[in-house]
């Protein structure tokens, strides 16, 4: 599986913007970038993904490099909700394999109000 | 949108025992279901891919008749920790891909185990 590797923990301000970065330089063409969350004590939660370009959801925005080998998620306003793990995970769509995600370390969201 | 629930979310058995933690897809069919397993500060492992009507297939490491997994129904996915001790006590989460809802994973909301 490609790899992804991301800070280990981020702090911010509450309704300040979070940027998370992503690095995955061995990404194939055939991988899509999803993000999850995971709040204290719950399963992993879908916040976004893309491929190529830019994109936006209610959650959050994703920025992906033009060679796609990095990409960083932002959220636009922080608030004490969003404390909790985010993954940056590959996903290859291509078949049933690619339901398997596998979860690197994320980056812990520290939220101060 | 898609639910995975989980049951019980909290168990607490007893060293030797099995305990039996169910998945289940609420408004959707899962032909594929995934367990994983995560300890305290860690992050979530995959333990074996749940499929319906088959066999499933263990990660490497996973002792496959330690947890036992069935896939007998498209929205049920079981996992049972046979003769349990201490160090099984962990969160475990199963998950599900939606097809109907542009393939989406959905994650349950865990179980937490605790053997004593």
């Known amino acids: 599986d490609a790899k992804t590797t991301q800070p280990n923990s981020m702090e911010s301000n509450e309704e300040e913007p979070v940027h998370l970065p992503c690095n995955h330089s061995?990404?194939?063409?055939?991988?899509?970038i999803h993000w999850y969350r995971q709040l204290p004590s719950q399963g992993p939660e879908y916040v976004i993904h893309?491929?190529?370009s830019n994109v936006n959801n209610r959650m959050a925005s994703l920025a992906i490099a033009e060679d796609r080998k990095s990409s960083t998620l932002i959220l636009h306003r922080a608030t004490l909700r969003d404390a909790a793990v985010y993954y940056c995970?590959?996903?290859?769509?291509?078949?049933?394999?690619?339901?398997?995600?596998?979860f690197g370390g994320g980056t812990r969201v520290l939220v101060k109000p | 949108g898609a639910v995975v629930s989980q049951h019980p979310s909290r168990v607490i058995c007893k060293s030797g025992t099995s305990v039996k933690i169910e998945c289940r897809s609420l408004?959707?069919?899962?032909?594929?279901m995934f367990w994983y397993r995560q300890f305290p500060k860690q992050s979530l492992m995959l333990m074996a891919t749940?499929?319906?009507?088959?066999?499933?297939?263990?990660e490497q490491g996973v002792e496959k008749d330690k947890f036992l997994i069935n896939h007998a129904s498209l929205t049920l996915s079981t996992l049972t920790v046979t003769s349990a001790h201490p160090e099984d006590s962990s969160f475990y989460i199963c998950?599900?891909?939606?097809?109907?809802?542009?393939?989406?994973?959905?994650f349950g909301e865990g179980s937490w185990l605790t053997v004593v």
């Open positions: 998950s599900a891909a939606a097809r109907d809802v542009g393939n989406t994973i959905y």
């Open positions: 061995t990404i194939s063409g055939t991988d899509y």
């Open positions: 893309g491929l190529t």
């Open positions: 995970i590959l996903r290859d769509v291509r078949g049933a394999a690619g339901n398997k995600l596998t």
């Open positions: 408004d959707f069919q899962a032909t594929t």
């Open positions: 749940s499929n319906e009507g088959s066999k499933a297939t263990y």
